[in-house]
């Protein structure tokens, strides 16, 4: 219900105003990004793993219970004819008690042979309980595997949200930097408008040539191709924007201060040092080793017999008839332990132990990997952020020097002092130095974040 009550917010927030910030751009693409929301699912479904894994460390308790009845017919050749040892006596010897005697035995005789049809009605239940006592420490070991592979997702769900945060700020800046980039453009664009203004007010007074003229022209020529393409990539790179924060809206547009971040400071050393600590990837390649180690010990448990508890209590009738009574009920009781010892599986269980030692040290070798990838990654990436700080300086230097070469060169051609080619030059340089310098404000601001996420920052 929160997560619905946010997207809504930021939905009318974004349709009132059109425009977005960095903030409500990540907070959109956590909420929409399908990677992150399965990275979301597995982490529900680790939890329930878990939950599982401890659940046989209880005991088992089941009601099983049973409800029938039969009704049988036996083949003519099974049924046999009624006894009557009455017929055999005397009647001239035998006494009356001869006479009940017989009568009684041939009862007896007739309710021991089947007849046909035969009813019979039956009920059971019983409560069985079943409670694992001993496996060798399978089961503990289960449990904290299940535990750590649970904390896994858990880092790697953290992981992937850190990378849409990242990537989300990318494609934010992008959209700033597209529009700088069209605003150099449109400038560039307006001042060889100007100045062609000013080259056709001088050729009506005869001071310049045609030739100046068709030069002025063409210059503006060349501009109008380029701001076109400035323009296609500031709608290409919004697009781009729009599916990272799953909205389809083409009013929503990026709006921000594009401008550098805060410096950072801190030693090449202290970003290593900070990075091997805070490192989600090599929390999870420890974390993978711990599981290795559990596997090991899980293996080696089967050296070990298996003890169980084994309780129950039954009740049961089995009746001639479908009529059941209170009275034709029976009880049972029973307890025992049962146990199961290992003696020879082939070998089988010395194999298992054997690849569970080389799994373990398998991932001390992966964990010792990734240990070095980091160092690597943090070490490139400070050397980037360093790069791009110190070129963005000499993209501030060469900017003010630009826009002072194409003021002199404007004043000394109005002045007709100057050519129209020395124009033409400053304000290409220019607006070649102004894109310079607003990708390297980019470069910062990206490589910037780019060594936060590499020593562990939370962005």
């Known amino acids: 219900m929160k997560r619905i009550v946010i997207i809504l917010a930021l939905s009318l927030m974004v349709a009132l105003i059109g425009a977005i910030t960095l903030d409500e751009s990540i907070s959109l693409a956590k909420q929409n990004n399908k990677d992150l929301l399965i990275a979301k699912e597995d982490l529900n479904k680790a939890d329930q793993t878990y939950y599982q894994v401890r659940a046989t460390l209880y005991p088992q308790l089941n009601l099983v219970g049973s409800y029938g009845l039969t009704k049988t017919y036996l083949p003519d050749s ?28 041939s009862k007896a005789l007739n309710s021991l042979m089947p007849s046909s049809p035969q009813k019979e009605g039956s009920v059971a239940l019983s409560l069985q309980l079943q409670q694992v006592l001993f496996t060798g420490g399978k089961l503990n070991y289960g449990i904290q595997i299940a535990d750590i592979y649970r904390r896994i997702q858990e880092l790697n769900y953290q992981l992937k949200e850190q990378d849409i945060v990242l990537s989300t700020t990318q494609m934010f800046y992008s959209c700033l930097l597209a529009d700088k980039l069209v ?32 030069r002025a022209r063409l210059e503006v020529a060349k501009l109008e191709p380029q701001l076109m393409q400035a323009q296609n990539s500031r709608i290409l790179a919004l697009d781009a924007f729009r599916t990272q924060i799953g909205v389809s809206d083409t009013t929503i547009v990026a709006e921000g201060d594009f401008i550098l971040p805060p410096k950072m400071d801190i030693t090449l050393e202290e970003a ?11 929390t999870m390649a420890k974390k993978g080793t711990e599981v290795a180690e559990l596997q090991l010990k899980t293996e080696k448990a089967g050296y070990y017999p298996n003890l169980a508890l084994q309780a129950g209590a039954a009740l049961y009738t089995v009746t001639d008839e479908y009529a ?7 009880t049972n009781y029973s307890v025992g332990v049962g146990i199961s010892f290992p003696i020879f599986n082939g070998f089988a269980t010395k194999a298992k132990v054997n690849s569970a030692k080389f799994n373990h040290k398998q991932s001390q070798y992966q964990q010792m990997k990734y240990e070095d990838l980091i160092r690597l990654e943090i070490t490139q990436n400070y050397q980037k952020l360093r790069h791009a700080e110190e070129n963005y300086y000499v993209q501030e230097e060469n900017m003010k020097m630009a826009e002072r070469s194409l003021q002199l060169a404007q004043l000394r051609y109005e002045n007709q002092v100057g050519i129209q080619l020395e124009v033409f030059d400053a304000q290409t340089t220019l607006s070649a130095i102004q894109l310079q310098y607003y990708q390297a404000i980019y470069e910062v601001i990206s490589a910037t974040r780019v060594l936060q996420k590499s020593i562990g920052m939370n962005l």
């Open 272 to 282: 290593i040092s900070q990075g091997m600590e805070n490192r989600a990837e090599l």
């Open 324 to 330: 059941i009574e209170e009275d034709d009920f029976g």
């Open 183 to 214: 605003g150099v453009q449109q400038e560039a664009l307006d001042t060889a408008r100007q100045h062609l203004t000013q080259v056709e007010a001088f050729a009506r007074e005869g001071l310049v040539s045609e030739f100046d003229v068709m």
């Open 78 to 105: 099974a049924i046999m004819p009624p006894v009557d040892l009455t017929a055999g006596l005397d009647p001239n010897t035998a006494s009356t008690n001869d006479y009940y005697l017989a009568t009684v035995m």
